[in-house]
């Protein structure tokens, strides 16, 4: 084999070697890591942990509601999250209220606009295996996120590791 070839059949392994030893976030099939598909039933009634204002481009309101597995293992700082827990991030544009402003008589109420999208994380240990336990859900107008854009969840998700993966704190 000429030199050359030799070093591109080299490279080649190793570029195979490093896709195995580093999957980035898949199973070791190579598949895809599943995410949440479908929109966890009844989370309108779930139990609020917090609220959050992000400001810049996102000029998001959030409200963190979690059903009765999150919001117990929340309360008593339970950690892992065990299997079962749902987590419902609702997420609205942050605007004035200007009905709320002409009483207080300037500009200091902000609510809930339109709806922007739904974010979840189900924990499921086994068929969330490949992202750290969790099933990552994004919904915009009830259409999930496609396999591309749910890639970049956990990676970030990851740096919350010492809270396994969750970045809120339950607000007393
Ligand atoms: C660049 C980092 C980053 C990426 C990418 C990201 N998140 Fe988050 N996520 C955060 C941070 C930081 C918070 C806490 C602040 C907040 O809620 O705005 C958060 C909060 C959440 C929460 C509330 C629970 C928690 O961990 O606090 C859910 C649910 C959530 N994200 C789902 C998702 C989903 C689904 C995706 C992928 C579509 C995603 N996130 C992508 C950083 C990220």
Same mark, same amino acid.
């Given at each position: ?21 580093? !999957? ?7 598949? !895809? ?6 929109? !966890? ?54 605007? !004035? ?31 969330? @295996? ?31 590791? @010492? ?7 339950? @607000?007393?």
């Amino acid at each position: 084999m000429k030199h050359f070839e030799y070093l591109l059949v080299a490279a080649a392994t190793m570029a195979g070697l490093v896709a195995l030893v580093v !999957p980035a976030p898949g199973r070791a099939d190579g598949e !895809p890591a599943p995410f949440v598909t479908e929109i !966890p039933q009844g989370y309108r009634d779930f139990r609020w942990i917090s609220s959050t204002h992000e400001a810049g481009k996102l000029n998001s309101l959030g409200a963190l509601l979690g059903n009765d597995v999150a919001f117990n293992a929340f309360r008593e700082g339970k950690l892992p999250f065990p299997d079962g827990t749902i987590l419902a991030a609702l997420h609205y544009r942050y605007v !004035p209220s200007d009905e709320n402003n002409k009483i207080f008589g300037q500009v200091q109420s902000f609510v809930p606009g339109a709806p922007t999208n739904i974010q979840f994380m189900v924990k499921d240990s086994t068929k969330y @295996a490949a992202t750290g336990g969790w099933g990552f859900g994004h919904f915009a107008d009830g259409k999930h996120g496609d396999a591309a854009f749910m890639k970049s969840c956990f990676p970030c998700h990851e740096k919350a590791k @010492a809270t396994d993966l969750v970045f809120t704190r339950y @607000a007393p």
